[in-house]
């Protein structure tokens, strides 16, 4: 990445602050790219800027993809994210190509035999009702590791363990270390328990047929889950985060 001309090329995508970014992409001696997602990608960027959290898990949850590097800013405290105020450095920084590359986990999610979506942060059964609970079981290796009632049940990667997973009270997991964080969520109990999981062991199920249960991956609803059958994740892919200089260290305000 000592190139300038490997990282001449910069796509933007996001729905808050691109114009910015784009700016200072060009004003770095880049060439912007942007408009909707697909546009962007099928333009062979030779790097791509995600503003924000949002822009962020879409690229990680398409079904193909981007192997082209991506760029954070204002993403979010889980993965190296460049702040808002580093912008100008940040692209100056990119385009010269002195970031570096760290794989992020994507968890695949499948509901009995069937694959249904990705997730880079999370993993959330959760009642479709307000203040109604169900009861739930947590599994690794066909090996029953708890069974509870609760409004729900996450599974969170080292990236998404610092979000909704730790506002209930699970621990925060560090990146590169294979595991995931498992909690309650408003659990019917007053001793509940945490668990750190491999991530590629984790099943989930609901276990009583009281009220709808969805399933909820990253910041996207799936659709419903059907008691009895598990819902198990997997490491099924790695996603390709740049840093550079002005990037945030994970778990810490990015400003």
Do not use: C, K, N
Not at 173 to 178: E, F, I, L, Q, S
Not at 192 to 210: C, G, P, Q
Not at 229 to 238: C, G, I, K, L, Q
Request: glycine share 8%; hydrophobic share 40%; charged share 20%.
């Amino acid at each position: 990445m000592s190139d300038r001309a490997e990282r001449a090329t910069v796509g933007v995508v996001g729905e808050r602050t691109v114009e910015p970014v784009a700016t200072a992409v060009a004003d770095a001696g880049g060439t912007p790219e942007t408009g909707d997602l697909d546009t962007v990608l099928s333009t062979a960027p030779d790097a791509v800027v995600a503003v924000g959290e949002d822009a962020l898990l879409a690229l990680a949850a398409r079904p193909d993809p981007p192997e082209t590097p991506i760029l954070p800013v204002d993403a979010g405290r889980g993965v190296r994210s460049v702040p808002r105020s580093a912008v100008d450095d940040a692209m100056s920084a990119l385009v010269a190509g002195s970031g570096e590359p760290d794989a992020y986990p994507v968890l695949g999610v499948r509901i009995g035999d069937r694959p249904y979506t990705r997730a880079l942060t999370d993993v959330t059964l959760v009642t479709a009702e307000p203040a109604r609970i169900s009861e739930y079981a947590v599994a690794t290796d066909r090996t029953t590791v708890a069974q509870f009632r609760a409004d729900g049940v996450v599974v969170a990667t080292p990236a998404g363990s610092h979000g909704y997973a730790r506002r209930v009270d699970a621990p925060v997991v560090a990146h590169g270390t294979g595991v995931g964080a498992v909690a309650p969520i408003a659990p019917f109990a007053t001793d509940a328990d945490h668990w750190i999981l491999d991530l590629d062991t984790v099943s989930l199920r609901v276990e009583r047929d009281e009220v709808p249960v969805e399933l909820l991956a990253d910041d996207r609803r799936i659709g419903g889950v059907e008691p009895g059958v598990p819902v198990s994740v997997s490491v099924v892919d790695t996603f390709p985060v740049l840093s550079v200089p002005a990037s945030s260290h994970p778990y810490t305000d990015p400003g």
